[in-house]
């Protein structure tokens, strides 16, 4: 069975702190695709970045990056020098072929 | 480029009346998804489409929903006769090349639905 875990539940932090977001998964297949999205308190679902299981090298956008590690079945995000705009619920989701299964969400909150 | 468009944004009923919401996907994009948000259950896959077809309604709760996808560019989610129970978040999204829920889904606002 495929299931992804986000532990945390909330975290809170002040802002330019930097923060990491965990996330476990388990599946069984060789090929399987990981997301994170992110649900500001408006409401909607933003996609954040994808990555295939083929694909270890860690990835930078800006204030952002995600540590991708087969070994360890996880798939981190952190954010460098938090800003209160990152307040939000982070979903971390995984996929084969078949559905998106995603975690319960880590509501981030910073404060100014 | 437009995003995914749902209508209502927010939708306000009385137990036993008939709720539809509708769904705009991206040009181009061949696949949607309906999804609901509950604090309870979290995001729950409901039905998807790719090319206008069912492709998996396993996550349609009830008889009381129906999905249709009559062309490439409108979907609608029914909820007929609706309850409390069905409150929540109710969110399309839509991918492009394959059709398969490994593609990239990007969502739309949502649809806030509150049944009395």
């Known amino acids: 069975a495929q299931k992804v875990t986000q532990a945390q539940t909330e975290i809170s932090v002040v802002e330019k702190e930097d923060v990491t977001l965990d996330c476990v998964y388990e599946?069984?297949?060789?090929?399987?695709?990981l997301f994170w999205y992110k649900q500001p308190p408006s409401g909607e679902l933003v996609f954040l970045i994808r990555r295939n299981s083929f694909d270890e090298q860690n990835e930078i956008s800006g204030r952002y990056s995600w540590n991708f590690q087969k070994s360890t079945s996880s798939f981190n995000f952190t954010i460098t020098a938090s800003q209160v705009v990152d307040s939000a619920v982070y979903f971390c989701a995984l996929t084969r072929t078949d559905k998106l299964i995603f975690g319960t969400g880590t509501r981030l909150q910073v404060f100014p | 480029d437009a995003g995914v468009i749902q209508s209502p944004r927010h939708e306000v009923t009385e137990m036993g009346q008939e709720v539809t919401l509708r769904c705009k996907p991206i040009s181009g994009h061949n696949s949607l998804f309906w999804y609901r948000q509950t604090m309870m259950r979290g995001l729950e896959l409901l039905i998807y489409f790719n090319n206008n077809v069912p492709i998996d309604d396993s996550g349609m709760p009830e008889d009381r929903f129906s999905a249709k996808m009559p062309n490439a560019s409108f979907s609608t989610l029914k909820i007929q006769p609706s309850e409390p129970r069905d409150s929540a978040v109710y969110f399309c999204?839509?991918?492009?090349?394959?059709?398969?829920?490994?593609?990239?889904?990007?969502f739309g606002p949502g649809t806030r639905l509150l049944v009395l």
């Open positions: 599946t069984r297949d060789t090929t399987y695709y």
């Open positions: 999204a839509s991918s492009a090349g394959t059709g398969l829920p490994r593609e990239t889904q990007y």
